[in-house]
């Protein structure tokens, strides 16, 4: 089993930044590949972002492209979310998710631990 929880959030006036964060413990957290998903009041769950196991790949939605960035520490077990220029639209909570797998994984079905998240709000 691998828990993961996810800290950081807050409320931020538009335009600025959130440094999310996801801490893992149990199973190897080096084997995982993580995203980050987000869901909206009346809205669906949608991706984020997402890193390889290694680092080396990351993806992001492109409504947050050259905004946030993911990013990974596998000795500390942690993966993080750097968010900047934030706009009201990224309201939302924020889940960390992991998946075994050795490339990036867009789909929330291929995950298979989550947080239970964490809030953001941005305001106009």
């Known amino acids: 089993q691998v828990q993961l929880v996810e800290s950081g959030g807050g409320l931020v006036q538009a335009g600025g930044s959130l440094r999310l964060s996801c801490k893992a413990s149990?199973?190897?957290?080096?084997?995982?590949?993580m995203g980050w998903f987000r869901q909206a009041p009346g809205k669906e769950r949608e991706f984020v972002a997402a890193?390889?196991?290694?680092?080396?790949?990351?993806r992001y939605r492109d409504s947050v492209k050259g905004r946030f960035t993911i990013s990974r520490d596998n000795d500390e077990n942690t993966v993080y979310l750097q968010m900047n220029s934030l706009k009201p639209e990224d309201t939302a909570v924020y889940f960390c998710?992991?998946?075994?797998?050795?490339?990036?994984?867009?789909?929330?079905?291929?995950?298979?631990?989550w947080g239970r998240g964490t809030q953001v709000t941005v305001s106009s």
């Open positions: 149990g199973r190897t957290f080096s084997s995982f590949a």
């Open positions: 890193i390889s196991w290694s680092g080396d790949s990351t």
């Open positions: 998710a992991g998946g075994l797998s050795s490339g990036l994984l867009l789909l929330a079905k291929l995950y298979d631990y």
